[in-house]
């Protein structure tokens, strides 16, 4: 035991850096454009054109798939709009069309290529007759998965969350560079157990040879001395090669947030239904941009910032079944999939659920709860939010402030946590003489609410327990039918792509179901 201990605290780290020319060029080219005089990354196209480009390359660099792995569509859409661009840069005759053009001809090559140089560079190296383990990201589960499962029995395939089992193998597999883990707005830090209190006794890291990260571990090993490290004497390891040696932060695909954010202000202007719902107020929300696209358009989801928590599927436990688990939105992160009614979209499926359980009582209820909030919305319009908030702690409503106001108002509040809290709001409001019953009428809706809750989860849960997780990684949106009640509907579990940095005031409506179009 102690010689395991030792050997998975010291695993001897290979390298393999691969030589693939063909894609190294595509590399080259692509700094080449960034070079010409009119490519400005600021200005809205070549921001569209370099992000498309980066997915493709990001991608590539750090998912072992072959380079015509049909099943990632977002590679198709971002090709597809590439070539669009190419059409306006050559219509409007831009000095850098001929390089963008070149880009473009390579990239379709390398789609129609079969290779897999990271993957084929690494499996000749393997025993079928030791434990095995390839990590994945969920671009490239599928394939690895089907892979490992052809060659040996002793091979597996785990994402970064399912390695977090207490499990040993002779040969840990890493793809790629360390920044695909450990970059950006979603960068997970506890990740660095990985390599620094390893699960293997070898890890091979297969990456192009002339990308280079530049993450260097932080954490020591568990139980080992503090100044020792798994890649200690192995600094030759972050220096790059090749003709276009960069490091793997030069090509993150970063996206315009400003341009989005434009987006969906033009959305929130074309909303049929924004002046005519009583229950469509403007609230802050985290807006999730999906990797799912309808034709050219992007898919967005919004959860509110007021708390709220939002359902989310994935195998968070590691035991490779999925699960769900409820997030605040700061927690979602890539890689997730994020579940949001489609079909029956209209109203938040609690909602649908909780009136099933209040029966007859549904309509009456649901008008008592539009009454207090019509009254408090029209107050706090006729004195401003800011003096609202005054006189509601001066009465004695201490949670009163300007976020929990909003929220207050919204179709998606019920009532306060406390009872004294919400009598100073009908108090406010003008409507004190049936304040009493008012919170009555709120406690039976709250009351549904909460087994309408346990229900949708026991639905989901059942309808999930036989899905392996290999089932939803690698796409970019998996349906859930709920149950043969039509008034259900369905959802859908759509992959988080990316989430912008900054809250965006939406309709409430928006928050509740459904998926906008941007």
């Known amino acids: 035991m102690l010689d395991i201990l030792w050997e998975i605290q010291n695993p001897e780290i290979i390298e393999r850096k691969i030589a693939f020319e063909r894609f190294e060029e595509l590399h080259i ?108 990201t969920a671009k490239s589960y599928d394939f690895l998965f089907n892979q490992a499962k052809n060659i040996s029995n002793k091979w597996n395939v785990k ?29 997970d830090p506890t990740l660095e157990f990985l390599f620094t209190a390893t699960k293997a006794r070898k890890i091979y890291w297969t ?108 195998d968070f436990d590691g035991d490779g079944t999925l699960d769900i688990w409820k997030f605040l939105p700061n927690e979602l992160g890539k890689g997730m999939y994020i579940l949001r009614r489609t079909q029956g979209a209209g109203r938040d499926v609690i909602e649908v659920i909780a009136d099933k359980h209040l029966g007859t009582n549904a309509e009456y209820l649901r008008s008592r709860q539009l009454k207090w909030k019509r009254s408090l919305s029209e107050k706090v319009n006729s004195i401003g939010l800011e003096q609202s908030v005054k006189q509601l702690k001066k009465m004695g409503c201490t949670p009163a402030n300007r976020a929990n106001l909003k929220r207050w108002m919204s179709s998606s509040s019920i009532r306060t946590r406390k009872q004294s809290h919400f009598y100073f709001l009908m108090e406010f409001s003008g409507i004190k003489d049936i304040a009493n019953e008012l919170w009555s009428d709120m406690q039976k809706i709250n009351a549904a609410h909460s087994t309408a809750g346990f229900e949708l989860d026991s639905l989901l849960k059942n309808k999930i327990e036989d899905i392996s997780a290999g089932e939803l990684f690698g796409h970019t949106s998996y349906e859930f039918k709920l149950s043969d009640d039509e008034n259900l509907g369905a959802l859908t579990a759509f992959a988080i792509e990316e989430r912008l940095e900054s809250l965006v005031e939406v309709p409430s409506s928006w928050t509740q179901w459904g998926v906008r179009e941007l």
């Open 159 to 187: 994402t970064p969350n399912q390695l977090r089992e207490d499990l040993i193998y002779d040969e840990l597999i890493f793809f790629g560079q360390f920044n695909n883990l450990f970059y950006g707005k979603f960068s």
């Open 29 to 136: 080219l692509r700094r080449e454009l960034l070079k010409q005089e009119d490519v400005v990354r600021t200005e809205e196209f070549w921001d569209n054109t370099i992000y498309s480009i980066n997915s493709i390359l990001w991608t590539w660099s750090n998912v072992p798939n072959p380079f015509s792995y049909q099943d990632d569509k977002t590679i198709e859409d971002h090709i597809s709009n590439l070539q669009s661009q190419l059409n306006k840069a050559i219509e409007y005759e831009y000095g850098a069309r001929n390089h963008l053009e070149s880009i473009l001809n390579n990239i379709r090559v390398l789609r129609k290529t079969h290779e897999s140089p990271l993957f084929d560079s690494v499996i000749e190296h393997l025993d079928p007759k030791r434990k095995v383990c390839f990590l994945a």
């Open 207 to 314: 990456h192009y040879k002339w990308i280079t990260s530049n993450w260097k571990p932080q954490i020591t090993l568990s139980g080992s001395r503090d100044e020792h490290k798994p890649f200690e004497g192995k600094k030759d390891i972050f220096i790059s090669e090749g003709k276009s040696s960069i490091t793997d932060l030069d090509f993150v695909p970063k996206i315009d947030e400003q341009r989005f954010v434009n987006l969906i202000n033009i959305s929130i202007s074309k909303d049929e239904d924004k002046s005519s719902s009583d229950t469509n107020e403007l609230e802050e929300a985290y807006c999730f941009l999906l990797s799912e696209k309808r034709q050219d358009k992007s898919l967005a989801a919004f959860v509110s910032s007021d708390g709220n928590k939002a359902l989310a599927i994935s």
